[in-house]
């Protein structure tokens, strides 16, 4: 059985890649130890905690982080500009009413019961533009 952290992982990057035109074709799971081409999307759970103990259910932190270059190629100048429409678009695609209900039909034997939005975060990290959004999951590893 894979691990909730894997699990979650996995469906997040699903949300991504079952898009019919993927805003990003570089998706990357936190475990992931590949090097990472820019423009990409980096979907990662830092682990988390038994709500009441014997349940089951795990509330999970999960963040989505939307990476691009800082740099103009060729002398362009706008850098910043795709990378806030690149950001935004795969932001969106985790901000709906049913994620809950989403995120649980991307893989077998799991459920998301609950959602609770964490915000959200732009910075950047050396000559990398970076925006982040974070939800703590409230899961499990079997079909409710």
Do not use: W
């Not at 989403?102 to 990290?125: A, E, H, P, W, Y």
């Amino acid at each position: 059985m894979a691990s909730l952290n894997a699990t979650i992982e996995s469906a997040l990057k699903k949300i991504i890649d079952d898009e019919s035109s993927p805003p990003v074709s570089n998706v990357y799971t936190g475990a992931d130890d590949e090097t990472k081409l820019l423009p990409c999307a980096i979907v990662q759970c830092d682990g988390g905690e038994e709500t009441l103990s014997g349940t089951g259910n795990y509330t999970c932190r999960a963040r989505i982080t939307i990476k691009s270059t800082a740099d103009n190629d060729a002398g362009a100048t706008n850098a910043l500009t795709n990378h806030n429409a690149l950001a935004e678009t795969v932001i969106d695609l985790f901000k709906t009413d049913n994620l809950a209900t989403t995120l649980s039909s991307k893989v077998t034997n799991f459920t998301v019961i609950g959602v609770i939005d964490r915000g959200q975060t732009s910075g950047t990290d050396g000559r990398t533009l970076e925006d982040s959004i974070e939800y703590d999951l409230i899961s499990c590893l079997k079909n409710l």
